[in-house]
């Protein structure tokens, strides 16, 4: 069973960088991304920061796009979210999430496996960046 750790919150004052680690332990057999995403202070709902795209090129949401940067590290399963410039907007629970990438199935069709799709909803349990001065 695949589990994510995410750890490098904190506090920092606005203009800081903080770097955020997200750490996948277990095997599932299945292809996945990792993505991050964040819930702000007095929000229900978690809202993409960053993530790969299947050409392997990364995205961002325009708010953070030139100032935040996701990348993997020299361990496969270590995915960084390196954050420059933070303003105090950017405060929020960090949360790091598995995306399936689709795999050979039957007949040579790539695919999500079925036993791959409970990936869909794979959250770690979240690390606080709060930006004040």
């Known amino acids: 069973q695949v589990q994510l750790m995410e750890s490098g919150g904190g506090s920092v004052e606005p203009g800081g960088s903080l770097r955020l680690s997200c750490a996948a332990t277990?095997?599932?057999?299945?292809?996945?991304?990792i993505s991050w995403h964040r819930r702000a202070p007095g929000k229900e709902e978690r809202s993409f920061v960053a993530?790969?795209?299947?050409?392997?090129?990364?995205n961002y949401t325009e708010s953070v796009r030139g100032r935040f940067s996701i990348f993997q590290g020299n361990a496969k399963n270590t995915v960084y979210l390196k954050m420059n410039n933070l303003k105090p907007e950017d405060t929020a629970v960090y949360y790091c999430?598995?995306?399936?990438?689709?795999?050979?199935?039957?007949?040579?069709?790539?695919?999500?496996?079925?036993?791959?799709?409970?990936?869909?909803?794979?959250w770690g349990q979240g690390t606080l960046v709060t930006v004040s001065s």
């Open positions: 993530g790969f795209n299947l050409d392997d090129t990364t």
């Open positions: 999430k598995t995306e399936p990438r689709p795999m050979p199935t039957t007949y040579g069709i790539w695919g999500i496996l079925p036993g791959c799709r409970f990936l869909f909803d794979l």
């Open positions: 277990g095997d599932t057999g299945c292809a996945y991304d």
